[in-house]
C-alpha cells in the first residue's frame, strides 16, 4: 500500500484524488505544510509515500511514471514526489528544510507545449532540497505528457488545453516499446504486442505470468521439434514465434503498467537464455529420432551464443564508467546511425533475438534440424566477427581510463576459483598491456585443441588443461583495466565449453554430448547469474559458490582428468552427475538470491543478441 499527501487547495474541477487512486494511493489532505509533515510521520515506516501539489494538472500517466516506478528510492516530477521505504528518512528531512523556506521555485510544464509561471509548490522544493542532499531523485523523460502546477486561472486553462491536445493512451502504448530494438521485432512484432501488453494489464495480468507463459510456449515448440516429425517441425516453429510475441510483450507490460519487480528481473533474465537453449535440445532429440545426430552442432550453437552474449556483458561492463570513453570508431558508429537505412542492416547484421528467432523458427518448419544448426552458426559467427573487431577497434583506438567498478566487474565475469587464485599469488606483478587476453587466447586454444585433436583417454588434454590453469592465473593476477581486458571472460569461456564439447564429442559413445549439454547449460546459466546481479549492482555471485564449482579453470582441469582416468561409458556418466550437481547448486543459489528483498528491482530490457 502506498500514501499520498495532497498539499495546498485542489483547482475547481481536479480529478487528482482520484487519480491517486487509480494508481493505488492511499490519499490524505494536508492544508499546509505543517500538516504535511504530521501525516508523514504517521504513515507505517514499511509504505511508499508521495507529497503532491493539490495544484496538479497532467496526465494521469506523467503520474504513474514519477510516482509509481519501483526501481527508483526517489523520483519527482513537477508537483510531486514520492520515496521508497528505504528513502523515508532522506524525505522527512527534506519536508523540514523545505517547509521552513521561503523562496519557491518554478514549475513549468515537461510537455504539451503550454507555458506556466512560476508557481511555490511545496512538492517541488522538496525534490530540490533531495537533490541539494545528494539524493539520486529520478526524473522521468516525460515526452509529450504534461505535468505542471499552474499558478492563476490563465495559466491552469493553458495547462489543461495541453492535457487535452495529447493523447495519453497513445503516449503510454508507444512508451511501452523499447526504443531501440531488432528490425524484425519492430516491424513485425511490436506493432500488435503492445496492444496485447495493455490486454493483459487490463485484465490484471502480470509481468511474470506472461514471461512463464513465454516459457513454456518455448517448451511445447521444443517438445514438437523433438517429435522429429515434419507437422512437429511446423508446429514448433509456429510456436517459437508465439512465444517470441509473449517474450516482447513481457516486457511492454512492465514497461505499460510500471510493474517491475526482483522475480521478474530473474526470470526475464534467464528465461529467455532457457527457452532458446530447451529449443536447441529439442531439435536435436528430433532430428536423433530420424537417424541425424546433431547434438554436437546444437551444443557448439549454445557455446557460440553465450560466448557472444558474454562479450556484450564484458565490453559493456568495462566501459560502464570509464572516462575520456571516445574514439574514432565511436565517432564513425554516431555518424553511421544518423543515417536511417544503416541503423536498421547494422542491427540485422548481429542477428538480434528476434531475427535470430525468426531465422530458426522458418527453419525448423520448412528444412531439417541439420540445415537449421548449420545456418544458424554461420549467420552467429558472421555476426560475432562484427561486433567483436568493432569493439577491439573501438577498445584499441580510445583514450580511456577504466575504474576499480569496471575492473572489478570482469574478474566477477572471468568466474575464476581457488586453483587460479593460488598460482595468481605467485605472478603478483601480473602481466603488462595486450599481453594479458593473448596469454588467455594462448590458454584457451592450447586446451581446445589438446582434446580436440588426439584420441579421447589420453594424457594430453589434462596437460593442456594444466598450462591453461597457469594462463587464467597470470590473466588475472592483476586488475583487468587493460584496454583489451574485457576480452579475457569470453576467451575463458569459450575454452571451458569448447574443451566440453570437444571431449564429449572425442568419447564417441551415445548420451555423451547430450550429458555435455547438459553441463555447459548449467553452468552457462551461473555465469548469466553472475551477470545480471552485476547489472543490478547487487554484487557477484557468492565466492563460496564460485569455490564451490570449482571455477571455470577448475572445471576444465576437472573434465579433462575425468577423460583421461575413465572409460567412455563412465565419462558420459560422469559428465551427467557434474551438470546435475552444478545445476542443483546453482540454482538454489540462484532463487534465493532473487526471491530475497535484496535483489534487485530491475526489468531487463533484452539483449541485442
Same mark, same amino acid.
Given at each position: 500500500?502506498?500514501?499520498?499527501?495532497?498539499?495546498?487547495?485542489?483547482?475547481?474541477?481536479?480529478?487528482?484524488?482520484?487519480?491517486?487512486?487509480?494508481?493505488?494511493?492511499?490519499?490524505?489532505?494536508?492544508?499546509?505544510?505543517?500538516?504535511?509533515?504530521?501525516?508523514? *510521520?504517521?504513515?507505517?515506516?514499511?509504505?511508499?509515500?508521495?507529497?503532491?501539489?493539490?495544484?496538479?494538472?497532467?496526465?494521469?500517466?506523467?503520474?504513474?511514471?514519477?510516482?509509481?516506478?519501483?526501481?527508483?528510492?526517489? *523520483?519527482?516530477?513537477?508537483?510531486?514526489?514520492?520515496?521508497?521505504?528505504?528513502?523515508?528518512?532522506?524525505?522527512?528531512?527534506?519536508?523540514?528544510?523545505?517547509?521552513?523556506?521561503? %523562496?519557491?521555485?518554478?514549475?513549468?510544464?515537461?510537455?504539451?507545449?503550454?507555458?506556466?509561471?512560476?508557481?511555490?509548490?511545496?512538492?517541488?522544493?522538496?525534490?530540490?532540497?533531495?537533490?541539494?542532499?545528494?539524493?539520486?531523485?529520478?526524473?522521468?523523460? $516525460?515526452?509529450?505528457?504534461?505535468?505542471?502546477?499552474?499558478?492563476?486561472?490563465?495559466?491552469?486553462?493553458?495547462?489543461?488545453?495541453?492535457?487535452?491536445?495529447?493523447?495519453?493512451?497513445?503516449?503510454?502504448?508507444?512508451?511501452?516499446?523499447?526504443?531501440?530494438?531488432?528490425?524484425?521485432?519492430? !516491424?513485425?512484432?511490436?506493432?500488435? #504486442?503492445?496492444?496485447?501488453?495493455?490486454?493483459?494489464?487490463?485484465?490484471?495480468?502480470?509481468?511474470?505470468?506472461?514471461?512463464?507463459?513465454?516459457?513454456?510456449?518455448?517448451?511445447?515448440?521444443?517438445?514438437?521439434?523433438?517429435?522429429?516429425?515434419?507437422?512437429?517441425?511446423?508446429?514448433?516453429?509456429?510456436?517459437?514465434?508465439?512465444?517470441?510475441?509473449?517474450?516482447?510483450?513481457?516486457?511492454?507490460?512492465?514497461?505499460?503498467?510500471?510493474?517491475?519487480?526482483?522475480?521478474?528481473?530473474?526470470?526475464?533474465?534467464?528465461?529467455?537464455?532457457?527457452?532458446?537453449?530447451?529449443?536447441?535440445?529439442?531439435?536435436? $532429440?528430433?532430428?536423433?529420432?530420424?537417424?541425424?545426430?546433431?547434438?554436437?552442432?546444437?551444443?557448439?550453437?549454445?557455446?557460440?551464443?553465450?560466448?557472444?552474449?558474454?562479450?556484450?556483458?564484458? !565490453?559493456? @561492463?568495462?566501459?560502464?564508467?570509464?572516462?575520456?570513453?571516445?574514439?574514432?570508431?565511436?565517432?564513425?558508429?554516431?555518424?553511421?546511425?544518423?543515417?536511417?537505412?544503416?541503423?536498421?542492416?547494422?542491427?540485422?547484421?548481429?542477428?538480434?533475438?528476434?531475427?535470430?528467432?525468426?531465422?530458426? %523458427?522458418?527453419?525448423?518448419?520448412?528444412?531439417?534440424?541439420?540445415?537449421? !544448426?548449420?545456418?544458424?552458426?554461420?549467420?552467429?559467427?558472421?555476426?560475432?566477427?562484427?561486433?567483436?573487431?568493432?569493439?577491439?577497434?573501438?577498445?584499441?583506438?580510445?583514450?580511456?581510463?577504466?575504474?576499480?567498478?569496471?575492473?572489478? +566487474?570482469?574478474?566477477?565475469?572471468?568466474?575464476?576459483?581457488?586453483?587460479?587464485?593460488?598460482?595468481?599469488?605467485?605472478?603478483?606483478?601480473?602481466?603488462?598491456?595486450?599481453?594479458?587476453?593473448?596469454? *588467455?587466447?594462448?590458454?584457451?586454444?592450447?586446451?581446445?585443441?589438446? #582434446?580436440?585433436?588426439?584420441?579421447?583417454?589420453?594424457?594430453?588434454?589434462?596437460?593442456?588443461?594444466?598450462?591453461?590453469?597457469?594462463?587464467?592465473?597470470?590473466?588475472?593476477?592483476?586488475?583487468?583495466?587493460?584496454?583489451?581486458?574485457?576480452?579475457?571472460?569470453?576467451?575463458?569461456?569459450?575454452? @571451458?565449453?569448447?574443451?566440453?564439447?570437444?571431449?564429449?564429442?572425442?568419447?564417441?559413445?551415445?548420451?555423451?554430448?547430450?550429458?555435455? !549439454?547438459?553441463?555447459? +547449460?548449467?553452468?552457462?546459466?551461473?555465469?548469466?547469474?553472475?551477470?545480471?546481479?552485476?547489472?543490478?549492482?547487487?554484487?557477484?555471485?557468492?565466492?563460496?559458490?564460485?569455490?564451490?564449482?570449482?571455477?571455470? @579453470?577448475?572445471?576444465?582441469?576437472?573434465?579433462?582428468?575425468?577423460?583421461?582416468?575413465?572409460?567412455?561409458?563412465?565419462?558420459?556418466?560422469?559428465?551427467?552427475?557434474?551438470?546435475?550437481?552444478?545445476?542443483?547448486?546453482?540454482?538454489?543459489?540462484?532463487?534465493?538470491?532473487?526471491?530475497?528483498?535484496?535483489?534487485?528491482?530491475?526489468?531487463?530490457?533484452?539483449?541485442?543478441?
Amino acid at each position: 500500500m502506498s500514501t499520498a499527501i495532497v498539499t495546498g487547495q485542489p483547482v475547481p474541477g481536479s480529478s487528482l484524488e482520484n487519480d491517486l487512486r487509480s494508481l493505488g494511493f492511499d490519499v490524505r489532505v494536508a492544508a499546509d505544510a505543517a500538516e504535511a509533515q504530521t501525516l508523514l *510521520a504517521a504513515v507505517p515506516a514499511d509504505r511508499r509515500v508521495a507529497l503532491v501539489d493539490a495544484r496538479f494538472v497532467g496526465h494521469p500517466h506523467a503520474l504513474r511514471l514519477g510516482l509509481t516506478d519501483p526501481r527508483f528510492p526517489l *523520483a519527482a516530477v513537477p508537483g510531486a514526489v514520492t520515496a521508497q521505504p528505504a528513502a523515508r528518512q532522506a524525505l522527512t528531512r527534506a519536508v523540514a528544510r523545505a517547509a521552513s523556506a521561503h %523562496a519557491g521555485t518554478a514549475a513549468r510544464p515537461t510537455g504539451g507545449g503550454a507555458p506556466a509561471p512560476a508557481a511555490d509548490s511545496l512538492a517541488d522544493r522538496v525534490a530540490t532540497a533531495l537533490g541539494d542532499d545528494g539524493g539520486a531523485v529520478h526524473r522521468p523523460e $516525460l515526452g509529450s505528457l504534461v505535468a505542471t502546477v499552474p499558478d492563476g486561472p490563465r495559466a491552469l486553462d493553458e495547462a489543461r488545453r495541453a492535457v487535452a491536445a495529447v493523447d495519453e493512451e497513445a503516449v503510454r502504448l508507444k512508451s511501452a516499446v523499447k526504443s531501440r530494438d531488432g528490425f524484425f521485432t519492430t !516491424f513485425f512484432i511490436s506493432p500488435y #504486442s503492445r496492444y496485447i501488453a495493455r490486454w493483459c494489464a487490463r485484465r490484471g495480468l502480470t509481468p511474470n505470468q506472461v514471461t512463464t507463459a513465454s516459457l513454456l510456449t518455448a517448451l511445447i515448440a521444443a517438445g514438437c521439434a523433438a517429435t522429429g516429425t515434419r507437422g512437429g517441425f511446423v508446429a514448433a516453429g509456429v510456436l517459437l514465434i508465439a512465444s517470441f510475441v509473449l517474450d516482447c510483450t513481457d516486457g511492454q507490460l512492465a514497461r505499460y503498467a510500471l510493474k517491475y519487480s526482483t522475480l521478474g528481473a530473474w526470470l526475464d533474465a534467464t528465461f529467455d537464455r532457457a527457452k532458446e537453449y530447451a529449443y536447441y535440445a529439442g531439435l536435436a $532429440l528430433g532430428a536423433a529420432r530420424g537417424g541425424d545426430d546433431v547434438w554436437a552442432l546444437a551444443l557448439g550453437a549454445m557455446v557460440l551464443q553465450t560466448c557472444r552474449h558474454v562479450v556484450d556483458f564484458s !565490453f559493456n @561492463e568495462a566501459n560502464h564508467d570509464a572516462t575520456a570513453n571516445t574514439s574514432p570508431t565511436a565517432a564513425l558508429s554516431d555518424k553511421l546511425d544518423s543515417v536511417g537505412w544503416t541503423v536498421w542492416v547494422r542491427r540485422m547484421i548481429v542477428l538480434p533475438i528476434g531475427e535470430r528467432w525468426a531465422m530458426i %523458427a522458418v527453419l525448423t518448419a520448412v528444412t531439417t534440424p541439420r540445415i537449421t !544448426f548449420y545456418a544458424l552458426l554461420v549467420g552467429c559467427a558472421l555476426a560475432a566477427a562484427y561486433t567483436t573487431a568493432g569493439r577491439v577497434l573501438r577498445s584499441v583506438t580510445r583514450r580511456a581510463r577504466r575504474t576499480d567498478r569496471a575492473a572489478r +566487474a570482469l574478474a566477477d565475469l572471468a568466474d575464476s576459483g581457488p586453483l587460479a587464485h593460488a598460482v595468481g599469488r605467485v605472478f603478483r606483478r601480473g602481466l603488462p598491456g595486450f599481453a594479458v587476453p593473448a596469454v *588467455a587466447l594462448l590458454g584457451g586454444a592450447a586446451v581446445v585443441a589438446c #582434446s580436440a585433436l588426439t584420441d579421447f583417454g589420453g594424457a594430453l588434454p589434462v596437460a593442456g588443461a594444466l598450462v591453461y590453469v597457469l594462463t587464467s592465473a597470470l590473466a588475472v593476477a592483476r586488475p583487468l583495466k587493460g584496454a583489451l581486458d574485457w576480452l579475457v571472460p569470453p576467451l575463458f569461456r569459450a575454452a @571451458e565449453y569448447g574443451t566440453v564439447l570437444a571431449l564429449a564429442g572425442k568419447a564417441g559413445v551415445n548420451g555423451a554430448l547430450p550429458a555435455a !549439454f547438459g553441463l555447459v +547449460a548449467a553452468v552457462a546459466y551461473h555465469h548469466y547469474d553472475t551477470v545480471y546481479r552485476i547489472r543490478g549492482n547487487a554484487g557477484a555471485s557468492p565466492a563460496w559458490l564460485v569455490r564451490v564449482i570449482g571455477g571455470q @579453470e577448475g572445471r576444465t582441469l576437472l573434465v579433462a582428468i575425468l577423460a583421461a582416468v575413465l572409460t567412455a561409458a563412465q565419462f558420459k556418466a560422469a559428465l551427467t552427475v557434474l551438470a546435475v550437481a552444478i545445476a542443483l547448486v546453482v540454482l538454489v543459489e540462484s532463487v534465493r538470491f532473487w526471491v530475497s528483498a535484496g535483489a534487485p528491482a530491475v526489468h531487463d530490457e533484452g539483449e541485442t543478441a
